[in-house]
């Protein structure tokens, strides 16, 4: 877990994706301290430093929020801003949907409402294409043994080849791939995938204010998503990023913390 800013300043939480741990976002987390915020960045479960649980049921979407509002309530903090991308995203409107009393604001990168997953597939097949992992990490075992083949070159690769150049620098990746050594941590990693055929209740609308920020670019997730999302929300922004792409918070990491503080920092 990272942390910057003021014990006493208005709680901030930052949930990083797949295949990233509270790394992901540490050209953003002092300047957003240094604007006031008690930022606290977690490695989620099964990433980076934090416990590995066994299972695929230990990774369904319950249990993540779960992991987030306990977070919160260590934290003392009875509201927080939450914010999320790529898979952490995904936590994120799980979180405001389900404790909207808690969540003061949400912001969203790069990360599809999940109710509208099916629909958009349908309507946008190219979608379904760029999801195609999604569907490979449901096999047991072969997943974990390709990722991790070759000094883990197919993840290297998906950091290196869908970022602008110069986005992930050659230290960043060799920490992430000491992180991904970890015993149990590729499984766990792949789990998050395998536990969304554990069935549950929709989401439903997000009566949170949110912010969506979305590179453009982005090679997993079409823009479409964005706009999907924005829909299932009562009050809704989406910032759009032309030049940027999936990893938003590396690329641009300026705009970023000044659209995530001035949204924070709005009162009810």
């Known amino acids: 877990m990272r942390e910057a800013g003021p014990p006493d300043g208005p709680l901030l939480i930052l949930l990083h994706g797949f295949p990233e741990s509270s790394r992901a976002w540490r050209k953003i987390l002092r300047p957003l301290g240094e604007r006031g915020f008690h930022v606290i960045a977690p490695d989620m479960r099964g990433y980076g430093s934090s416990d590995v649980p066994e299972g695929i049921d230990a990774y369904c979407l319950d249990l993540l929020v779960a992991d987030v509002i306990g977070l919160a309530d260590a934290s003392g903090a009875p509201t927080f801003t939450l914010a999320g991308h790529d898979w952490g995203g995904i936590v994120a409107w799980a979180v405001a949907a389900r404790h909207s009393d808690r969540v003061h604001r949400l912001v969203i990168l790069n990360a599809p409402h999940p109710d509208t997953m099916r629909q958009e597939m349908r309507r946008h097949p190219a979608q379904l294409l760029r999801s195609w992992y999604a569907g490979f990490f449901q096999i047991p075992r072969l997943p974990e043994r390709l990722l991790s083949a070759f000094g883990y070159r197919a993840l290297r690769r998906s ?65 479409h998503l964005a706009t999907a999302a924005a829909g299932m929300c009562d009050d809704a922004r989406i910032v759009r990023f032309a030049q ?22 709005k009162a009810d």
């Open 244 to 265: 940027d792409t999936h990893w938003l918070q590396h690329e641009n990491p300026r705009q970023v913390v000044v659209e995530i503080a001035g949204f924070a920092q």
């Open 159 to 223: 950091l290196l080849q869908t970022s602008r150049p110069g986005s992930f620098d050659p230290g960043e990746i060799a920490a992430y791939v000491e992180e991904w050594a970890r015993p149990g941590r590729l499984t766990a990693m792949v789990n998050y995938y395998r536990a969304l055929r554990i069935p549950r209740a929709p989401l439903g609308r997000i009566t949170v204010p949110t912010l969506i920020l979305w590179g453009m670019k982005d090679r997993f997730l079409g823009a």
